[in-house]
């Protein structure tokens, strides 16, 4: 693994499970409450499968995707307590979270090549005075050497729940049972691919947010920080 000097001691705290699991809501709030930086590593899959259709790079042309996932020209933009995504000096915030581009996102993040090219894309987001990193791998690929490691997880269809609930406050209808076999299918590429597949990583802490809010998660990673020296008291 290739770290920069500037890198050593940086604090990582790696939390990983699957979509639905409250993952990117809980990482934000940690990285507002640390003052850390923030990796949503599913947005740069997302992207590329994004940036993939609009350059015309089909979904099983692996070396044109890994090309893609490289030249990935993507600005993360924080404002307030939101994050506007900019592809190619596009606004990409909204279309990327299409039930559309995750399933492509799943399907592009299955190829090796893929992954390999946005390794240290990923590694570079690792600044002081820390990174919370949010995805599938984290723990286990690209931050191995992360002080706290988290699976976060949720039933399946606790997470179809969740998903539901938001497409419907965002206007978007959708059927619940839809979602959930969408999740199942998800979830079984995610942890059947050969390549980084969706699994707490040894040294990981497995939390199932399944009957937790997102307060109360939130609270318990940060006395995990506390407990490891790498968060003040709070
Ligand atoms: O977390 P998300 O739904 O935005 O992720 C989109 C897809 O990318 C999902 O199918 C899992 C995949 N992914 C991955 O393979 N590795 C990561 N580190 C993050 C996401």
Redesign the pocket.
């Known amino acids: 693994m290739s770290i920069s000097p500037a890198q050593e001691g940086v604090p990582v705290i790696a939390i ?1 499970g699957p ?1 639905g699991a409250g ?2 809501t809980i990482s934000r709030l940690i990285a507002e409450r640390l003052g850390w930086h923030l990796l ?7 992207l590329t499968a994004l940036a993939a259709a609009k350059h015309e790079v089909p979904l099983d042309d692996e070396a044109g995707l890994a090309g893609v996932a490289r030249e990935l020209d993507v600005v993360f933009r924080a404002e307030g307590d939101a994050t506007t995504v900019l592809l190619e000096g596009c606004d990409a915030t909204t279309t990327i979270r299409t039930e559309q581009i ?1 399933d492509a ?2 399907q ?3 190829l090796p090549a893929v ?1 390999q090219a946005l390794l240290q894309r ?1 590694r570079d987001f690792r600044k002081a005075p820390g990174l919370v990193a ?5 723990g286990t690929v ?1 931050f191995t050497d992360a002080p706290l490691k988290v699976f976060l997880t949720a039933s399946a269809e606790e997470r179809a729940r969740r998903r539901h609930l938001q497409l419907q406050e965002a206007g978007v209808d959708a059927s619940l049972s839809s979602l959930l076999k969408e999740i199942q299918a ?1 979830d079984a ?2 942890m059947q691919r050969s390549v ?1 597949p ?1 699994k707490p990583a040894d040294d990981a802490i497995t939390l199932d947010t399944t009957r937790l809010t997102i307060p109360e998660v939130v609270d318990r990673l940060t006395e995990m920080l506390t407990e490891r020296g790498l968060a003040p008291d709070t």
Do not use: E, H, N
């Open positions: 990983d979509g993952k990117g949503d590593s599913g947005a740069l899959y997302r995750g996102a799943s592009v993040a299955a992954r990923q949010d995805g599938r791998d984290m690209v998800r590429r995610d980084a969706l």
